[in-house]
């Protein structure tokens, strides 16, 4: 059964108290809570929802704001429903109605809430947040300019609107939109092969002992396990490792690997003709099918004598995740999620998420025409590196007006040719398009977008959604001042107020914000 309050949540004054105490309405939760488009996430949430029969639901805006704070604040599942039991501006901001000392929902729920959460609710969230925020752009401008006192004739109003019927003219190219991608580095430990054996081998031996005690067997297979780990453990240790001598250690944990998963063989073949043929539950299944993919590739690395095999499985928990060589100066290879990522008007938009590394400049016009289905139009610059400025690329941005931030192919200019408006211009756009290295080392360094501690693939995206989404909170929060904000609330409650007192008695006439008899 589903459960949600919609929007219109009671004010800050109305939050009950168990102690005489006064809320500040400019606190930052408060202010957040008024621009979270609820609504829109529990009518996407709820589509994953298809009866309404058995238990209810945790209430929508309860879940949005629980997975708000965790990001926020940089706490883990646990951390989050403490630190929500202690905060009353918190407990506001999930929309209850009064303090309470009692946890808002179990910490396991979180799991399961991220499985339902995936990366379009997100975007579908943040299109509403770009809608304000432009319609709060437009509104500050309207307002500077009757300020200034620049009044419409009526004669040039009549004609703009004298025939709706005739077609409107092309609206031309509006905005900047800036684009790079990056990778969303996965909490897991750098791979070698040595590990990722050693690792696969102790996984492979757990399988042994519970199809061991399943099958109630006499004779426990024989695995070596000891002379493996001692094995493991003396080259290990050494701080310099020998070509050979690694090699030599590699040849030995693939054989008993191989051993391993021979003896998993032969205890399923007994389980199938004592009639028990689903021993293993999912998670054990799923532990094999990669440890035997596991096999397969170290064994073809070690026989072709390379370092680099089609899909290469860097972690035996995270089978999902793929190495993607960036050729940064910090690492070269990251390990994690490659997202496309958009820029507009400060708004972050990933376009592409992919855990296989993929040529981003492809995705340009992709990113465009997405831009123009959210805006009506093209944007006048597209600021981006070399990579997205191929030939194609700048034959299609050409065709549709587009100008972009590249330097023109051939010969390359001299300094001392350009003049000095177009130096100025190269070094504003160039400082334009580090905006969206901003948006990356922000979300990096103040959000944890590179350490993902989500285990499976569904909940690891819907976590870079939501880093991505609290960004552009932040984003919107910051054109919002709390006066403007304070003063509409008074408003909002103002008219309800009205209302509410015109329902009661009708003969009652407005005055402004006043009523008389």
Known sequence: MKRYMPQNQLSIKEFS???DAELNPNNRWVIMAGIIPWDTFAREYYKHFKTNRGA????ARLVLGVVIIKHVMKLDDQGVIEMIQENPYMQYFLGLSAFTHKPVMDSSSLVHIRRRIDLSIFEAMTDELMRRGQKLTESKISSTKKSKGRKKDQDKADQDNHDQNTPSPEVSNKGKLQLDATVADAEIKFPTDLDLLNQGREKAEELIDFLYGELQMNVKPR??????????????????KGEKELRKGIKAQINYLKRDVGLINKQLDIAQKLGKSQLFDRHQLKYFYVIQHLLVQQREMFKEKKHSVENRIVSIHQPHIRPIIRG???AKVEFGAKINVSLDDGYARIDHFDWNAFNEGVDLPMQVERYREFHGY??????????????????????????????PLGRKQKVSSQTAYQKRKKRKDCAERNRIEGKFGQGKRGYGLNDIKARTSSTSMSWIGAIVFVMNIIRHMESIPTQIISWLKTILMRM???IEMKFTNPTMKYVGFGIIQ
């Open 378 to 407: 093209y944007p006048a610059l597209v600021q981006v590196d070399k990579i997205y400025l191929n030939r194609e690329n700048r034959r299609w941005l050409k065709e549709r007006g587009i100008q972009h931030t590249g330097d």
């Open 56 to 59: 209810p639901t945790l209430d």
């Open 17 to 19: 108290m168990p102690f």
């Open 496 to 498: 309800k107020q009205l």
């Open 328 to 330: 940064k100066a910090k």
């Open 223 to 240: 695995d070596y396990r000891r002379e493996a780990r001692k094995n493991y453990l003396n080259l290990s240790k050494k701080k310099r």
